[in-house]
């Protein structure tokens, strides 16, 4: 079930999201954030930690989230997640 939840990210990394660019607010992406994920925690809380994620990935995160002053993207690392 993990074998299959990183393989469907990693076809996203190489064919949908090649094609968008860099658009994720935070850095790590969101597919690199869920897949760091399921591999710390396991596919249930993995996919809940994602699914998560991707709904709080638009602009208004200025106030819970420090930027990145290089890239100007939020900083969420999955080291705030430890169980």
């Given at each position: 079930m993990k074998l299959a939840a990183t393989g469907l990210i990693r076809l996203y990394q190489k064919f949908i999201s090649s094609q968008d660019g860099p658009t994720c607010a935070f850095t790590p992406s969101c597919s690199r954030f869920g897949m760091a994920c399921i591999q710390?925690?396991?596919?249930?809380?993995?996919?809940?930690?994602?699914?998560?994620?991707?709904?709080?990935?638009?602009?208004?995160?200025?106030?819970?989230?420090?930027?990145?002053?290089?890239?100007?993207?939020?900083?969420?690392?999955?080291s705030d997640y430890a169980k």
């Open positions: 710390e925690y396991g596919i249930l809380r993995g996919m809940l930690l994602t699914a998560d994620r991707l709904i709080r990935c638009n602009g208004s995160q200025s106030r819970h989230h420090h930027k990145d002053p290089i890239t100007g993207k939020y900083i969420d690392p999955i």
